[in-house]
């Protein structure tokens, strides 16, 4: 939000919520204005109306279910960023479990976990490319509540007699079979290619000229890399995978390949110059068609791979910031797709 939008609406807030008590604050238009800010994913609004009166923690409850409160709207609504500052104002200022924010429960038997259970709404998955990583925020959405809940709440059964787990289950079971398909194809598509540098690489460590050390890094990278595809197809497939297991190995398995490729590419430069004895007017052109393959596996293969290891790689919703090293990491893999692109 623009900083002078903000500024106003903080200046809005202050002089005409500060001042209003709990049953004033309920009645005022602050309810229909956060409600909305709320579903629309405005998390300023949210937190300027917080600011200039604490009451909305306790006034405040969902006009389409009255039982439920702000911090239930902002779960079932998926609202990560509103769910996150809300719980830590509400730890700041009072007992989270004082303000009936995650142990309340609707007129459903739905406690918070029922509703992180639920399939988000389909324009926030559209934002997460593939089936296997819509699938793992799920998972992590779901399991960042789970945290804070309750241990007994975890087996709170609502009117329809299921757990969260149950109605998690019951809600994502296309999205599993979606992801599932991704996966294997990602896997076996991978595979292949990691077994045809294996055979080419092994054959041209004993008769090419040049290179060695690159072929036998080609070599051991691609066999790692086909370890770890095969490690994913042989893998159960069940929801817990999908949340760390499957999508570290990914990062590995394509990590793997792309050092493959990279450096058998390397290997037949090097092999090239000595079999040419440095007629550079052939070497270059050739070496510089040789390192096409590798620009269009970065093009193709990288943005997955930076999106799937900066997924894994964020903390819970009511965690801390990522540490260092994963930072480190995420801006490294950021700042060289920037590169790439330009």
Excluded at 165 to 189: C, I, N, P, Q, Y
Aim: aromatic share 10%.
């Amino acid at each position: 939000m623009d900083a002078y939008a903000r500024e106003v609406i903080r200046l809005i807030c202050k002089e005409s919520f500060s001042k209003l008590d709990e049953i004033q604050f309920g009645q005022s238009t602050a309810v229909k204005a956060i409600l909305q800010a709320i579903k629309c994913g405005i998390p300023d609004i949210v937190t300027e109306i917080t600011y200039a009166n604490v009451n909305i923690l306790r006034s405040i409850t969902d006009p389409e279910d009255s039982s439920r409160n702000i911090f239930a709207c902002a779960i079932a609504h998926h609202q990560e960023e509103v769910a996150r500052f809300l719980y830590r104002f509400a730890e700041k200022k009072t007992n989270v479990v004082e303000t009936n924010m995650v142990i309340a429960v609707d007129e459903d038997k739905n406690n918070i976990l029922h509703l992180a259970a639920k399939l988000a709404p389909p324009y926030q998955l559209d934002c997460i490319s593939g089936s296997a990583l819509q699938l793992q925020s799920e998972l992590r959405w779901f399991k960042g509540v789970e945290e804070i809940v309750p241990r007994s709440y975890r087996e709170h059964r609502n009117n329809n007699g299921e757990t969260p787990l149950e109605v998690f289950v019951r809600e994502h079971k296309d999205l599993l079979k979606g992801a599932e398909e991704w996966v294997k194809k990602t896997a076996e598509s991978s595979t292949v290619v990691g077994a045809l540098i294996i055979t080419i690489m092994f054959a041209a460590a004993f008769t090419v000229p040049g290179g060695h050390e690159q072929n036998a890094i080609s070599l051991f990278a691609a066999s790692s890399s086909v370890i770890m595809f095969l490690g994913i197809l042989t893998s159960r497939f069940a929801y817990e995978d999908f949340h760390k297991s499957l999508p570290i190995r990914l990062v590995m398995g394509l990590s793997s390949l792309f050092i493959s490729i990279a450096t058998m590419t390397m290997a037949f430069c090097a092999a090239l110059v000595i079999m040419l004895e440095g007629r550079l007017w052939v070497v270059i052109p050739i070496t510089l068609l040789a390192g096409i393959p590798v620009a269009f596996f970065v093009l193709l293969q990288f943005p997955l791979l930076v999106e799937i290891y900066v997924s894994t790689s964020r903390p819970n919703i009511f965690d801390g910031e990522v540490s260092s090293w994963m930072r480190i990491m995420k801006d490294m893999f950021v700042g060289l797709w920037a590169v790439v692109q330009r």
